[in-house]
């Protein structure tokens, strides 16, 4: 079984960074290509970002591009999500998940994280 499990969220203030990780155990890390999504309250859940399976081809949603980064270390088995000027529309549960290949859509997702909650105050 695969296990994802998240970390870094908290509160910010308008402008700050935050770095989220995401470990994975239970299968080969470097076999996946890995995907961060955010939920806020009321809203569907949407894809921020994305990397495959070397680290080579990614994805960003046109809403954090140029402002959030995305990698993945293999030696640790953990995908990053660096996040910088942060706003207050930022503010969800951010979701870190596993798939067989790279995609922005989150039904190609097989295995996902609890998630941790990223909160930016204005």
């Known amino acids: 079984q695969v296990q994802l499990v998240e970390s870094g969220g908290g509160l910010v203030q308008a402008g700050g960074s935050l770095r989220l990780s995401c470990v994975v155990s239970?299968?080969?890390?470097?076999?996946?290509?890995m995907g961060w999504f955010r939920q806020a309250p009321g809203k569907v859940r949407e894809f921020v970002a994305a990397i495959g399976v070397y680290g080579i081809r990614i994805n960003y949603a046109e809403s954090v591009q140029g402002r959030f980064a995305i990698s993945r270390d293999s030696a640790r088995n953990t995908v990053y999500l660096r996040m910088n000027d942060l706003k207050p529309e930022d503010s969800a549960v951010y979701y870190c998940?596993?798939?067989?290949?790279?995609?922005?859509?989150?039904?190609?997702?097989?295995?996902w994280g609890q998630g941790t909650q990223v909160t930016v105050s204005s």
């Open positions: 998940a596993a798939s067989d290949y790279l995609s922005e859509e989150d039904k190609s997702y097989d295995y």
């Open positions: 239970g299968r080969t890390f470097s076999s996946y290509a």
